[in-house]
Structures are given as structure tokens and as C-alpha cells.
């Protein structure tokens, strides 16, 4: 690791080298967003059931499924376009946009209307309220993350790519966490929305402008952008690719399930409906263990010196695993919750496993496509990893849409009516046991990738992969 230039004015003598004067501008805009986060878009399903007096639950999880889909796909967007514009002032002009809009869609949503029924104004200033707030959050997950990272780019010092990662993830993680406690305080857990996002607007636009006092202090080096070759992935490696993507699009479908009919579950469990405290200790702890489990892996890739590659499909291995056991638990829990009363915190076990699931397959494919190609290719990784995961949101639309306003007739009487006005007459038991076969046939697809191509030049190592681009680039003059 680079030790850390004392002559550089942006960096504190620190021995570890993970600070930077700059950063200090840039932390508070990430806790703000965070708070966003964790306090609306990670229980975003339940803010709709208490917005509406009288909701629809197939409604609801086609508008949380399609926001998320719609944040993905944004988030690919914006990967693409910190990986073409590289300077300073580029950058910095996306975290200033995605800012904007962030603070524009709580302004919207705060300006949302009710009707004689306790409905809101859904077209007016609802949807597009969640629509400026999906781009926000993709935005602030790219370009604020990737911003954070240029700040360890060290003057007349060449970093590490991996210390500057580390850096990142550092502080990253470490915002999170405070967010994640001050989300979870009592006040804030039982103030309504519209009172929340006024403070959270004053708070952002702070630290909104303390970022904006800190732009002679940000990192204004050049920053390196091989060209792409024009040959390199092979229609090989391309089956391999999509195959391992229909993989990771079932975990997805059941990932959508835990942002959509697990939070309803616990929000119809939790006995006063104006505290979200039950909530948020749930949807925190599938980040917590989420986190935990994608960095254990990479540690243990480290200690262990295995092959990225056979690590990464071991993980997803492990995902699809623990994804059976999760929908098998989960429809257990729907037929108790049915007959009679229980504690939200009964369904801790299927929200834990939830977070394994993410955190086996979190980032799988974009490892897995990385490892496997010539550098140049690999900023595409987070790119088509991010639509894989908006892809499992879409086919829970297409979930929704089939088994709850769909009316399908076999021997002349109606089937596959899972989902309907509310919880109390929906089958979700059902539906978990759907995703639960599902899972299963996902795995044996998943065995036979395994068996078909392990060992195989799919597993090179990183270095061999760049020894290998390195002689085909030399040899192409």
C-alpha cells in the first residue's frame, strides 16, 4: 500500500491514508442521502400503505417494483457516464444534478395533495416525485461514490486502484452506519413523512452548499482511460454470460419480494402503525447482514488465495441455496401470520436470509464478467450488473400482474388469484411456494453451468486474463 504524501495539501499525516482534507465536504451530502434512503426508499412500500388510506397491494408492488427497476436502470446510465467523463468538473456536476433532483423530489412529494377519500394526487406530484427520487438515488450511489473516490487519487503519488476502493468503502460504510442509527432513533421513526422530508430538505441543502464550498479542494488530476479494443468477447463466453444472468434474475425476482411483500407482512404485524421502529430494525438488518457476508467473502478470497472466479460462483452457489430456504421460511411465516396473531419479529429468520441471499450474489455478476475479460471491458461490469438486478424487479411486475389481475380459467374455474385488494385476502404462502420451485430450478440450471464450464479458461486469474491482454494488445502492433 502507498504510504500517503505529507507534502500533498489535500491529505492529513495519516498513517493508514484513508483521509483526505477534501472528504470532509463530501460526507455530510452522503449522509443526508443516506438518510433518505433508509428512512423512505428502503421501506418505500410501507410509506405507500400509509400514504393511502385505501391501498391496493397489487398497486403497490408494481409501483416499489417499478421504481426500483426504473433506479437500476439508471444507475447503469450513470455508471456509463462517470466512465466517460472522468474530470473533476464533470463529476462534480453530476453530484450537483443528482442533488437537485433529490432535493426537488422531496419538494414534490411534500407538495402532495390528498383527495376527499385520503387519497394523494398520484400523476400530479406522487409518481413524479418517486420518479426524480429513483434518479436521485442512482445518481448518488454512482457519481457521489465515485466522486469519494477520486479524492484518494493522491497528487505526484500514484495510488493503488484497490487502496482507494478501500478507502471508499471505509468511509462509505461508515456514513451508513450513523445514517442507520439516526434513522433508527424514536422521534424520527414516529414523525409522518411530509414532517421528515422538510428536515431532510433543510439538512441536504446544508451540506449541499458545504459541498459546494469545498470545489478548490476536490481532486483535479488526470485520470486514465484505456480504449477498448474491438475483439476480445467471444460468443463463448457470451452463452456463459447469459446464462449466468437468468441465474441471477430469479435471485432478483426474489430480492423484489423482500423490498415488497416482506415489508407488508411486517407493516401488517407491527401493532402502531405511526412507529416504523420494527421496520427499520428489518430492513437494516438485510443490509447488515448483506454487508457482512459480501466482505467476509472477499476477505476469505484474500486469505484463502483462491481464484476470484471460482469464488464468485461459489457465492452465487451458496445465494441460491439460502434463496430456496428463504422463500420455504417465508411462505411457513404467511400461513402463521394467517391464523392468528404474531410478532413482527417472527420474521426475522426470512429477512435474514434475505440478506444473505443479496450478499452472496451481491455484485456476482459484475465479478464474474470483470475477472473474465480484458481490462478495457471491464467498466461495463457494474453497468450490466446493475440491470440484472433491475430485470428480477421487472419480472416481479410481471409476477403481480399474472397471479393477481390476471384471470386464468382450468376447468372452468378461476386460478392463480394470489394477490389481491389487501394482505388479509392475498395467498402469499402460494406465491413464496412458486418462487420457491422456481429457486429449485434455477439451482439445477446453476449445477449445470457449474459442471459444464469449471475449470475451463472461464476460470483464469486475473493475472493470467491481463497477461493475455497484454500479448494480444503487443501483438496487434
Known sequence: MDSPNLEDPTCFPHPSGITTKSIIFILGLIWSYMMVEKTFLDILITRLVKAWKAYDLRISAIVVSSHEAATFLFV???????????????????????????????????????????????????????????????GHKVTLRVFLEDQFRRRRVETNDKERRRCTKFWWFLVSVVAAIFAQLEPLTGFPFKTLALALISVMMFFFIVFFLGFEQYHNGEIDNDEAPHQGITWRMIIILLRLWVCLSSLSLVSASGSTFFLLEATSLVAHHDNLFAILILANLVRCVEIMVSELSRWATKQLGFRISIVELMRIGMGIGCCI?????????????????????????????????????????????????????????????????????????????????????????????????????????????????????????????????????????????????????????
Open 325 to 477: 430456504l428463504c422463500c420455504n421460511i417465508a411462505s411457513i411465516a404467511a400461513d402463521d401470520r394467517g391464523g392468528g396473531v404474531m410478532s413482527v419479529y417472527w420474521l426475522i429468520p426470512q429477512f435474514f436470509l434475505l440478506g444473505l441471499v443479496r450478499g452472496f450474489a451481491k455484485d456476482g455478476f459484475q465479478s464474474v464478467f470483470e475477472s473474465n475479460v480484458h481490462p478495457p471491458y471491464k467498466i461495463h461490469g457494474r453497468c450490466l450488473g446493475a440491470l440484472t438486478t433491475g430485470f428480477g424487479s421487472l419480472l416481479s411486475i410481471l409476477c403481480v400482474y399474472i397471479f393477481g389481475m390476471k384471470q386464468f380459467y382450468i376447468f372452468g374455474s378461476k386460478q392463480f388469484q394470489w394477490f389481491q385488494y389487501d394482505l388479509e385476502n392475498s395467498r402469499l404462502n402460494k406465491y413464496y411456494n412458486f418462487l420457491s420451485i422456481l429457486s429449485v430450478w434455477n439451482g439445477f440450471l446453476y449445477v449445470d453451468l457449474m459442471r459444464s464450464y469449471v475449470g475451463t479458461w472461464f476460470l483464469m486469474e486475473d493475472a493470467e486474463m491481463q497477461k493475455a491482454y497484454l500479448d494480444h494488445k503487443q501483438k496487434m502492433g
Open 76 to 138: 447503469a446510465i450513470f455508471s456509463y457516464a462517470t466512465d466517460v467523463n472522468r474530470s473533476r468538473l464533470g463529476r462534480f456536476r453530476m453530484v450537483v444534478f443528482s442533488t437537485t433532483v433529490c432535493i426537488a423530489g422531496l419538494m414534490l412529494y411534500v407538495m402532495t395533495e390528498t383527495d376527499d377519500k385520503g387519497q394523494p394526487n398520484l400523476w400530479l406530484f406522487f409518481y413524479p416525485a418517486l420518479g426524480l427520487l429513483g434518479l436521485a438515488q442512482a
